[in-house]
């Protein structure tokens, strides 16, 4: 192989980086986008809970059962917005510490947040 050879294939093998590097930096925004939302549909959610149960408060203790539908919901975006978190972390080489759930660098030996051992030391 030339030194051309040789130059085209970094040169080739940067761009393929630099690609990765790209749709990374998409997908993640992607996730994040629908994760703001997610998070926003949730305190909606919560809001129109507050209110309901008021309401039930108001009216004698009566719930009805749209509030059972409401905590379904948020059971539902919990699990969207984690599932959206956890891909985000896969993408962004970062650990949810197992402990406290605080979001670590992957080199990161100890959770910054509680301590927790992360992984074993190099
Ligand atoms: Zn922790």
Known sequence: MDIFDQLKEKISEGAAMAAKKGSEVIESTKINIELVA?????????????????????????VDFELNEMFNK???????????????????????????????????????????KLRDED
Do not use: F, H, R, W
Not at 44 to 57: D, E, R, S
Not at 79 to 95: F, T
């Open 74 to 116: 948020v059971d539902d975006l919990i699990d969207e917005i984690d599932a959206l978190k956890a891909k985000l972390g896969k993408i962004k080489n970062v650990v949810k510490c197992p402990n406290c759930e605080n979001i670590s660098q992957k080199e990161d030996v100890y959770c910054s947040k509680c301590g927790y």
């Open 38 to 62: 997610k998070e926003q549909d949730l305190k909606k959610l919560y809001t129109q809970i507050g209110k309901m149960a008021y309401q039930a408060y108001k009216n004698d203790g009566q």
